[in-house]
């Protein structure tokens, strides 16, 4: 997959090289731009947290950074064409599938039916209307031929089969008005994906015929096209307004055009190492969703922060202080961030679906794109820069800055502004003011107690269009085409047919396993051998079967080639339908009952298959690994926070923040997606249920964005707090600071998310739509409300920890040392 992005993204990156790279930075001032301080030998002001800048591994890397500005990027924009290279030569094929769980029993039952009967041919469907109402009579017969008849020619397709052909009832709809042809291929199935289109182009279309092409491959076609549509929807959406945001941000173009270009090489890299991926393990087409989601909103923010702290510091440093500085401080907050986003991410791996642990591996690797560029490239671009950061101003009213770019002002209002005139107000009164928003939080998290899962197998669960359609058709006018069955594997000791007849013993065995699935709540429908063939009633039948092959009639010599589509060797296979909708709990329920009948006599062992079967062995599997994924994205999150702030209880209140702002969001993916809420005003149809992968998916990834700007916030606030030693001023000033700038950050965010929630696919959208309104509420509610609320009532226990842990956690470099004593 090449996208605009990539080819966008690489000239993008080079006009910035272009623009770093015309000559040293000066170190006069400019007019109308922040004063650059001489870089000669002599004292530079200095702020009251100073200390920091000089110590620890990212002062470090800082320093060595700025030394080797003028080879970083262009060592940075190699790699993003080298990977693109080596990926359009080498990458694998992102899978459709991924979500049957390795070593289940419907995993087995499948294997064992492929094994004994073959793998089934993959297949094409073209659906025929006849304007006349008999579809099944010889002149429209002759009709469907000569229109199939070009892909007779075609190497790939083995075999066409019309009505015309076999005369089965199941090729003609029920009013009698529609047929199909079965078009049968002899290539998997996504190669057949990627024929699919080419195949389609060929079938005639005859005059006043409504003429569908349907089946598995072409569904996944436009599947594909509609996932690939939507991408780049979604990039033209939220780029420009990106660019928006951060010119409101910032006022200048080239302070604005830095993350953009951080973006351009992040996210390319991270697309080219997962298609080199794919050619060696299984990776979902998802993965490309949800990397564009973390690649965008993370290479943005993270770069926003860092670009925003270096003009900060040009104020009063020499360009290689303020690189150094930068990095000391937010460097390592966008490291640490970066970190927790990776740690929720991995979670994903504990999972036994492959699509999963591809969603997982997928983040990661975007996560480390993303850090690699941003914490080298980056400040190296920031060191040849200098000054001219600030070019290219642009005319804002004040009203629409996000951040003040006048440096007298901005040195006026430090840690002041509106966030931190509503933290004040909100520290005045803690308990009144935080109770009330809690409350809501939590009653908005309930709906998601009423979440109905599912793999996403269901017709209702894809996007609209006509290869869907035609599937719809065959299912609800033809017989035999409705919902999915249970496929059972009935295993013998010893092969079933003995000289191709089903002797007595079988035959009432079978008969008694059929009245039992038969029996059960849902099944309405049980397909075994004991089924007769069209135009054979069924007592002959019976006769026939347990005649060996040798003594039957010439007229019955049929009867081998049916039977063998029911009994090979060892097993015999039935079909059960049910009532139920496949990929539901009430499907998985049937499932549960047909599993906990006792095989029929004489056979060892009963094993199901089949989407309803799939989709129980998922959600077993999947419920069995969240705590194991929860515990994970807590734990070690919790733990890097207090390496981090060297705090007991700050870890704890972060969790806490996070989990809040995603229960809101938990509960509106129900409400909505679910149930159906807003389903006109956001364009789709509810199935009733949610993809399982979808609310993990957001715990992983919202655990750790919340943590971005947790940890952003919580760095300025702990530098006030070694500066002034007082905890509500640190917290006021700290949030008034980054005000700004975590608004421009969540509104990116909140773009980008936003962009998916108008993709046609209704898992991607939910998935937008949910983590674009949990990033609004975590950059808005929790952290205007419950955050100052909490640390005023905590107080100075906020940055308590014993002082032989402080010590520990300070050799590190992660730790700024211990806190003077508190005053509030």
């Known amino acids: 997959?090449?996208?605009?992005?990539?080819?966008?993204?690489?000239?993008?990156?080079?006009?910035?090289?272009?623009?770093?790279?015309?000559?040293?930075?000066?170190?006069?001032?400019?007019?109308?731009?922040?004063?650059?301080?001489?870089?000669?030998?002599?004292?530079?002001?200095?702020?009251?947290?100073?200390?920091?800048?000089?110590?620890?591994?990212?002062?470090?890397?800082?320093?060595?950074?700025?030394?080797?500005?003028?080879?970083?990027?262009?060592?940075?924009?190699?790699?993003?064409?080298?990977?693109?290279?080596?990926?359009?030569?080498?990458?694998?094929?992102?899978?459709?599938?991924?979500?049957?769980?390795?070593?289940?029993?419907?995993?087995?039952?499948?294997?064992?039916?492929?094994?004994?009967?073959?793998?089934?041919?993959?297949?094409?469907?073209?659906?025929?209307?006849?304007?006349?109402?008999?579809?099944?009579?010889?002149?429209?017969?002759?009709?469907?031929?000569?229109?199939?008849?070009?892909?007779?020619?075609?190497?790939?397709?083995?075999?066409?089969?019309?009505?015309?052909?076999?005369?089965?009832?199941?090729?003609?709809?029920?009013?009698?008005?529609?047929?199909?042809?079965?078009?049968?291929?002899?290539?998997?199935?996504?190669?057949?994906?990627?024929?699919?289109?080419?195949?389609?182009?060929?079938?005639?279309?005859?005059?006043?015929?409504?003429?569908?092409?349907?089946?598995?491959?072409?569904?996944?076609?436009?599947?594909?096209?509609?996932?690939?549509?939507?991408?780049?929807?979604?990039?033209?959406?939220?780029?420009?307004?990106?660019?928006?945001?951060?010119?409101?941000?910032?006022?200048?173009?080239?302070?604005?055009?830095?993350?953009?270009?951080?973006?351009?090489?992040?996210?390319?890299?991270?697309?080219?190492?997962?298609?080199?991926?794919?050619?060696?393990?299984?990776?979902?087409?998802?993965?490309?969703?949800?990397?564009?989601?973390?690649?965008?909103?993370?290479?943005?923010?993270?770069?926003?922060?860092?670009?925003?702290?270096?003009?900060?510091?040009?104020?009063?440093?020499?360009?290689?202080?303020?690189?150094?500085?930068?990095?000391?401080?937010?460097?390592?907050?966008?490291?640490?961030?970066?970190?927790?986003?990776?740690?929720?991410?991995?979670?994903?791996?504990?999972?036994?679906?492959?699509?999963?642990?591809?969603?997982?591996?997928?983040?990661?690797?975007?996560?480390?794109?993303?850090?690699?560029?941003?914490?080298?490239?980056?400040?190296?671009?920031?060191?040849?820069?200098?000054?001219?950061?600030?070019?290219?101003?642009?005319?804002?009213?004040?009203?629409?800055?996000?951040?003040?770019?006048?440096?007298?002002?901005?040195?006026?209002?430090?840690?002041?502004?509106?966030?931190?005139?509503?933290?004040?107000?909100?520290?005045?009164?803690?308990?009144?003011?935080?109770?009330?928003?809690?409350?809501?939080?939590?009653?908005?998290?309930?709906?998601?107690?009423?979440?109905?899962?599912?793999?996403?197998?269901?017709?209702?669960?894809?996007?609209?269009?006509?290869?869907?359609?035609?599937?719809?058709?065959?299912?609800?006018?033809?017989?035999?085409?409705?919902?999915?069955?249970?496929?059972?594997?009935?295993?013998?000791?010893d092969p079933i047919l003995v000289d191709g007849a089903l002797e007595p013993a079988w035959i009432e065995s079978i008969d008694a396993y059929v009245a039992d699935l038969a029996a059960l709540d849902r099944i309405s429908e049980v397909q075994s051998v004991l089924d007769p063939p069209a135009g054979m009633d069924a007592a002959t039948y019976r006769q026939l079967i347990a005649l060996p092959a040798d003594q039957r009639p010439e007229q019955a010599a049929g009867i081998a080639a049916w039977l063998e589509q029911w009994v090979a060797n060892d097993v015999v296979r039935f079909e059960a339908f049910s009532t139920a909708l496949a990929d539901s709990a009430a499907g998985r329920e049937v499932v549960d009952a047909v599993r906990a009948l006792p095989p029929p006599d004489g056979a060892s062992e009963t094993l199901t298959g089949g989407l309803s079967s799939r989709s129980r062995d998922f959600m077993s599997s999947f419920t069995e690994s969240v705590p194991a994924a929860v515990a994970v994205v807590v734990g070690v999150t919790g733990a890097v926070l207090f390496l981090t702030f060297g705090s007991v209880f700050l870890p704890l209140k972060a969790v806490l923040m996070s989990l809040l702002s995603i229960t809101a969001s938990f509960g509106a993916l129900v409400w909505i997606f679910q149930n159906g809420n807003l389903s006109g005003l956001l364009g789709f149809d509810p199935s009733g249920t949610i993809i399982a992968s979808t609310p993990i998916l957001m715990f992983a990834i919202l655990f750790g964005l919340s943590m971005d700007y947790e940890i952003f916030l919580l760095s300025r606030i702990r530098e006030r707090y070694l500066a002034t030693g007082d905890n509500t001023r640190a917290v006021e000033e700290g949030i008034g600071i980054t005000g700004g700038i975590i608004t421009g950050a969540a509104l990116i965010m909140v773009a980008v998310f936003g962009a998916f929630a108008l993709s046609s696919v209704t898992v991607i959208k939910s998935l937008g739509f949910s983590m674009a309104l949990a990033v609004l509420i975590d950059a808005t509610v929790v952290r205007g409300v419950l955050v100052p609320a909490f640390m005023r009532v905590m107080g100075s226990v906020n940055w308590w920890a014993p002082r032989w842990v402080q010590r520990g956690v300070a050799r590190l470099g992660l730790y700024e040392g211990a806190p003077q004593p508190a005053r509030g």
């Not at 075609?154 to 089965?168: F, K, L, M, Q, R």
């Open 1 to 493: 997959m090449r996208r605009p992005l990539i080819a966008g993204g690489i000239v993008a990156a080079l006009a910035g090289l272009w623009l770093a790279l015309r000559g040293r930075s000066p170190a006069v001032d400019v007019p109308g731009e922040f004063p650059a301080v001489d870089p000669a030998p002599g004292p530079v002001l200095r702020g009251p947290d100073d200390r920091i800048a000089h110590n620890g591994i990212f002062a470090a890397l800082g320093r060595g950074t700025y030394r080797a500005r003028r080879w970083l990027p262009i060592v940075g924009l190699l790699v993003v064409v080298a990977l693109n290279v080596w990926s359009a030569t080498a990458s694998g094929r992102l899978s459709q599938g991924g979500w049957q769980v390795p070593g289940s029993e419907a995993a087995a039952a499948e294997a064992l039916l492929a094994d004994r009967f073959g793998e089934q041919a993959t297949s094409m469907i073209v659906l025929f209307t006849d304007p006349g109402g008999d579809a099944a009579s010889p002149a429209f017969q002759e009709v469907v031929a000569g229109a199939v008849a070009p892909l007779a020619g075609e190497p790939i397709v083995d075999d066409i089969i019309t009505y015309a052909e076999v005369d089965d009832a199941s090729f003609v709809s029920r009013d009698g008005d529609k047929t199909f042809a079965l078009v049968r291929l002899n290539e998997e199935l996504d190669d057949a994906v990627d024929d699919a289109e080419h195949l389609a182009s060929l079938v005639d279309r005859p005059e006043g015929v409504d003429v569908t092409v349907t089946g598995i491959p072409i569904v996944q076609h436009e599947f594909n096209e509609a996932v690939e549509r939507d991408l780049v929807q979604a990039e033209l959406i939220s780029l420009p307004i990106a660019m928006l945001i951060l010119l409101a941000v910032f006022g200048t173009v080239v302070g604005a055009v830095l993350p953009i270009v951080i973006a351009a090489l992040a996210l390319p890299s991270s697309m080219a190492v997962i298609g080199l991926l794919a050619g060696v393990t299984e990776m979902s087409i998802f993965v490309t969703n949800v990397a564009t989601m973390i690649g965008l909103a993370l290479s943005i923010d993270y770069s926003l922060f860092t670009v925003s702290r270096f003009r900060e510091e040009l104020r009063h440093r020499s360009v290689a202080d303020a690189v150094e500085h930068t990095m000391a401080t937010v460097g390592k907050a966008v490291a640490i961030s970066g970190i927790a986003v990776a740690i929720g991410l991995s979670s994903l791996t504990v999972f036994e679906s492959p699509a999963l642990r591809s969603m997982g591996i997928g983040g990661v690797v975007t996560v480390l794109s993303t850090l690699i560029f941003g914490l080298t490239v980056l400040p190296a671009l920031l060191g040849m820069l200098g000054p001219r950061v600030n070019r290219l101003r642009v005319p804002l009213p004040r009203g629409l800055r996000l951040a003040e770019d006048d440096p007298a002002a901005a040195a006026a209002r430090q840690g002041h502004g509106v966030w931190g005139r509503v933290a004040g107000a909100v520290m005045r009164r803690p308990i009144l003011i935080a109770s009330p928003v809690l409350i809501v939080l939590i009653l908005a998290g309930l709906p998601f107690f009423g979440i109905q899962l599912s793999t996403g197998g269901n017709l209702d669960d894809l996007p609209p269009s006509d290869g869907v359609a035609g599937f719809r058709t065959i299912g609800d006018e033809f017989p035999g085409g409705g919902t999915d069955p249970i496929e059972v594997a009935v295993r013998a000791e």
